[in-house]
């Protein structure tokens, strides 16, 4: 018998509404669904062809007679609705997905692949491509470098559908067709009353088995050529579901698109390495929302790279690629691609005055493997933890890669003493006020260490003139390679006069107290007193030494920072520096320091550690640091006291 099945739960658990694998593609349905989809088309790849992988996605309506098994599955919608008739949020769905098929005409997005091996294995085989997909629920079983690897991806569909339904068709190279759906409901009574799993099938009820023999030529399930489909019911087809479908796949596939890997059409638009730079241009013009894209940057330093770095066998697990491009307006941030060309991640904080862009490529079989086992179900960053068979080896060979890219981009920076900066950017040389509040968890902390802050009115003696200056005298002219002599340093530091930076206090008049300090550009404070032999610290009974930490560039070219802050205690104690990296962090050289006020020389402890500092109990202090390696970069500042 062919039908809607939901089979019995048994007395099992029971399923809500509030679906984990659905409910984690909410924030971007659209884009993920691009993403997910497109990951699973290139990994299924016909390697007999050499031919790019295309995907379609068109929308269509399928007339509501067409509907498979429309009048039953509208009864299961309406016990769903009495069954969980007390929870608002399935209420209002089940009701809106009532309307859906009542309407005449259904809402479909019909996404099909091509040049791919299809889906085999449809006659229940264990552990296939078909299983995976179908029947199967956090599993997956790909080969060896391909992009997917928890199987949560497939829910990107179902996040699409306002009926939480789709089906599957696909022509595997054997020529076998199947085709089913698949509902992605909640437990309720089925006609004789049982109650059911979550999860329903339209096939074969007997074992939930798919069809095999469905619509002569031309059906609108029919699949003709070797590939997948995906038929999304009831999509829900927002304005401008189009336009973020393509940005998705500009931002994250501009790699396997320019290598001709891949071809996507949505709509009438179609993506291919000839019109990628128009649609990318096209991008930049039409960009409506707040997240920046770095596409365009990208694919300028992947087609015309200034530089091209290969590495033909990285830490023995293969090749690996960088190609970078400099330009005054660049982001400093590098796209981090695997071998299947889908964009990772942007990956900054880079210790450069250089403003560039760049792509990285793991191009090698072992290296995708590891790093495709560090990426989460979003396939967003690799995490060293996420390696089960080996998190410390993992965490090697990030901190590898890091120090890879690290050195082949200061390859391209130039040699200069002076660096070009607009007016606005003067205020990155001057302290602000100590007690700002620290940014924010959910911000991006990477842009918040770059950005200056606006302008105040303090007299630093810097003529202003309505053109970009270079900063060249003052502060890089007194800096010389010893700080015995910070005479000019500390008379610009005195012209920011300290009556400008207010205290903020409570509704007592106390000092306001902050729960610690961003680990990027103002570090966070963990307490304790170091010894000279690096045993571990004693922790202070308040383990939040500081109230706030600042830390700004003085001199990029000579590596010179100004350091303030604020203790809330008055003991003896070590500032410890650290340089913020991607993956985690790196230790900074100390070549000499001294405090602010005083210029008294302060002692440097394993390079990195600062003390003895006396701390002074609210009270506003300042150290001017030198560090051997000349870099921009964001600190974290650690302080320990007994």
Known sequence: MIGWNFPSNNYGRDSGFNDAGIEHFRGDIWGSLAREIIQNSLDAKCEESDKPVEVHFEFRYLPRQQFPGRAEFAGILRACKEFWKINKKAKIFFNSALDVVKSPEIPVLVVRDFNTTGLSGSGGDFGSDWYDLVKSEGASNKRMGAGGSFGIGKNAPFACSKLRTVFYGTKDKTGKRALQGVANLVTHRNEVGEKTQGTGYYGIKHRNQPLHDYESSGGFFFRDKVGTDIFILGFNAAIGWENKIVDSILENFFVS????????????????????????????????????????????????????????????LGALKLFLLSSKNYPKRVAMVRSTGMKIFDKGHFRTPLKFAGVFIAEGVGLNEVLRQMEPPSHNKWVAENYENDPVFARRILRKINEWLNEKIRTISAPDDSEELDIEGISQFLPDDLDDVPFSEDEDKSTKAEKATPVKTYTVGVEYKPVPVTIVSGLEAAASDNLDDTKGIGELIEGCSEKNQETKTTEQGKPRESKGVSAVGEGEIKGGFPDRKGRKPIRHRDSEILESARSFILSPSKGIYNLLFRSRFNCKGFIKLKAVGEVGMEKILIKSAVEKNTRKKIDIIDKDTLGPIDFKADKKQGLIVYLENASRCSLEVMAYGN
């Open 257 to 316: 698109i320019n290598r001709e890997k891949l071809i996507a059409k949505v709509g009438d638009i179609l993506i291919d390495h000839h019109t990628l730079p128009e649609l990318l241009k096209v991008q930049i013009e039409n960009n409506e929302t707040s997240k920046k894209n770095y596409s365009p940057e990208y694919y300028r330093s992947l087609v015309s790279p200034e530089k091209t770095f290969v590495e033909k066998d990285f830490e023995g």
